[in-house]
């Protein structure tokens, strides 16, 4: 037995046997909880399984001959697109997480000890990698079967799905502000879908910005999204890759900026 | 620490919401080693004053110390030496009792083999390990709050906050629960207990303070509250209808005061003491009378509010304050 069980009851816990980084350590240990959490009911998989597929054959079968003349070549166009966008309509799964916890009083318990305040916050959005992963692997595997190659090899593949979860990662935070600040988890659904809509269809993820009228087409041109796909783009099919890079690594240090503070703050004040 | 001071001061704690006044200038203490029963119905304030002692809530005024640490300067301290179980069962239901255990154990600091030792530990301490490597939300509603106060011990905690822990449990659920407490109490763990039950206080604390409207309105130990209530109530029904009259005369006789019959022909009437129930029977006997009930029993929560605050509770209106 270690000395922690062999003091007597009423003795402080021997918090001096903190491993160096306790704040990480706590992160992951709460990962690690929505992880299992995830393989006693694997149904918390389901959307991000099923999305990319669904998306995927509706795009392609459903408009890519009108789209693309060729749904082979539109298939091509497609799939960063669908990368990109079925990791925006993840993201907002940990604002409703949050909400229940919330609402269940696991919060409570969190809050009564003495770890980091951020812990639950970081080891949820953590946790989310897990659902990220699925998505894209069921993506890339379903596309694969329709014919979608990637011409630039694994590396690159590897980077373009590390950007991809790395922005996601990012914009979680604004889902975990979202989710902290709303009252019920049907809200938190509802908001986040006004703002990933607009966001992820006023992209190029499904069309190039030059068939866009003008207004639209400036907006999507700067729209964060757009910058994300391009990136994916390039890495996976080849093109420009630096500029969108730095575009996408800009956004995402902005929303952290922006949103890690305002999700802590929302947090304690949230009772 | 020396085992003399107090684990925990608390002056003047205010907290509003909006308008409701959650708390109104609270002073409670609870020396070392004993059992703290804070009595009131809901929306009193106790579950906002758990929250504010167990660093969940800022008060808006006051000053509280747990442990020997002001919680509102130093509320990490105050975490590593406090357990809380909340109203509801904060467990997490996706995850096994095991896994709930060693989480904590973990995010504590224990290594992982430690972490899981102290899990298995407790879990045999409270009866559940056969249910260790089951989901939380298959259990029954005494298990899963066992599984709570099993959680809030992992820290081996000095203070124990329990916030009506017996609430929404059977019977024999809550003398389980009442049974761990008392254990916990031997090992020399200080408690704080909120309940709605006089039953509960009377079995558990020391000491107890009636909550109402946010303030104290009462302090004392269960003796001293019955009799500052006087309201220990003394109900006599005859098996024959035709003896009511003078079980009437005598619970008069020997009580001093006029007692109320109810449409059930019961006889009943507030008493000081329980030993009014010997003479009672003992006059009903020699003259022959069979009775088919006889008790003593404390007064409900509703009595002694009527009695110390001249108001009956209002937990039919009013909900908690709190989220």
């Known amino acids: 037995m270690t000395a922690a069980t062999a003091t007597p009851t009423m003795s402080v816990p021997e918090i001096s046997t903190t491993p160096k980084l306790p704040a990480l350590q706590q992160s992951l240990t709460l990962a690690w909880r929505n992880v299992v959490k995830i393989r006693h009911q694997p149904e918390a998989l389901m959307d991000v399984s099923l999305q990319p597929i669904i998306f995927t054959v509706l795009f392609v079968f459903v408009f890519g001959g009108a789209i693309a003349g060729d749904w082979h070549d539109y298939l091509t166009y497609l799939v960063p697109g669908i ?44 946790a989310d990698v897990v659902r990220f992963l699925t998505a894209i692997g069921v993506l890339l595997a379903f596309t ?105 690594a800009g956004w995402s240090a902005l929303l952290l900026v922006v949103f890690v503070p305002l999700a802590m703050r929302a947090y304690r004040r949230r009772v | 620490m020396t085992s003399d001071s107090p684990v925990i001061e608390a002056h003047g704690l205010s907290l509003s919401y909006g308008s409701t ?20 119905p809901n929306g009193a304030g106790k579950t906002t004053a758990v929250r504010v002692l167990s660093t969940l809530l800022r008060p808006d005024a006051g000053t509280a110390r747990v442990a020997g ?10 975490r590593r030496r406090i357990g809380l179980t909340g109203q509801y069962a904060s467990v997490d239901e996706d995850l096994t009792g095991s896994q709930n255990l060693t989480m904590i154990g973990r995010l504590l600091g224990l290594p992982r083999p430690a972490a899981r030792a102290r899990a ?37 905690p000095k203070v124990l906050f329990l916030d009506e822990p017996t ?68 109900t006599v029904r ?28 019961t006889a009943s009437v507030a008493v000081r003491s329980e030993t009014v129930l010997g003479t009672v029977l003992d ?9 088919s009930e006889l008790a003593v029993r404390l007064p409900s929560l509703d009595e002694v509010f009527l009695a110390l605050t001249g108001h009956a509770t209002q937990s039919e209106n009013e909900k908690e304050a709190v989220a």
């Open chain 2, 69 to 78: 640490f002001d919680v509102l300067a130093d509320p990490q301290q105050v």
């Open chain 2, 283 to 291: 006059l009903l006997s020699t003259q022959g009378i069979a009775l």
């Open chain 1, 144 to 248: 694969a079967l329709l014919g979608f190659r990637t011409t630039q090899g694994l590396p690159a593949a590897a980077l373009a799905v590390l950007v991809a979860i790395g922005f996601a990662m990012c914009l979680s935070w604004v889902f975990v502000w979202i989710g902290l600040t709303v009252r019920s988890a049907g809200a938190v659904q509802g908001v986040g879908f006004l703002a990933t809509f607009p966001l992820t269809f006023g992209s190029t993820a499904l069309v190039s910005a030059d068939t866009l009228p003008g207004w639209l087409a400036a907006f999507t041109r700067n729209n964060p999204v757009t910058h994300v796909i391009d990136t994916v783009r390039g890495l996976l099919l080849g093109g420009p890759v630096a500029e969108p890079l730095a575009w996408t």
């Open chain 2, 167 to 234: 609430t929404g449990l059977d019977p024999r659920s809550r003398t389980e629960v009442w049974d761990v407490v008392r254990r916990l109490v031997a090992d020399g763990t200080s408690v704080l207990l909120t309940t709605q039950y006089l039953e509960e206080a009377d079995e558990l604390a020391d000491d107890i303070v009636v909550f109402d409207t946010g303030r104290v309105v009462a302090h004392g130990t269960s003796d001293e509250l019955k009799h500052r209530t006087g309201a220990q109530t003394l």
């Open chain 1, 83 to 126: 990368l990109v966008q079925t990791l925006m309509f993840a993201t907002g799964g940990i604002g409703v997480a949050l909400n229940n916890d919330i609402a269940k009083g696991v919060f409570d318990r969190f809050r009564s000890l003495p770890i980091a305040r951020s812990a639950p916050l970081v080891g949820a959005v953590l």
């Open chain 2, 21 to 40: 006044r959650a708390l109104d200038g609270v002073d409670l203490t609870v020396p070392a080693g004993t059992v703290l029963g804070v009595l009131g």
């Open chain 2, 120 to 156: 298995a530990e407790l879990l045999a301490g409270f009866s559940l390990t056969d249910a260790a490597e089951r989901s939380a939300k298959t259990y029954s509603g005494g298990m899963r709050r066992r599984l709570d106060l099993a959680a809030s011990l992992v820290g081996r």
């Open chain 2, 238 to 265: 005859p098996r024959d209808r035709a003896d009511t009259a003078t079980v009437l005369q005598v619970i008069e006789q020997v009580t001093g005061a006029v007692p109320t019959l109810d449409g059930h022909g």
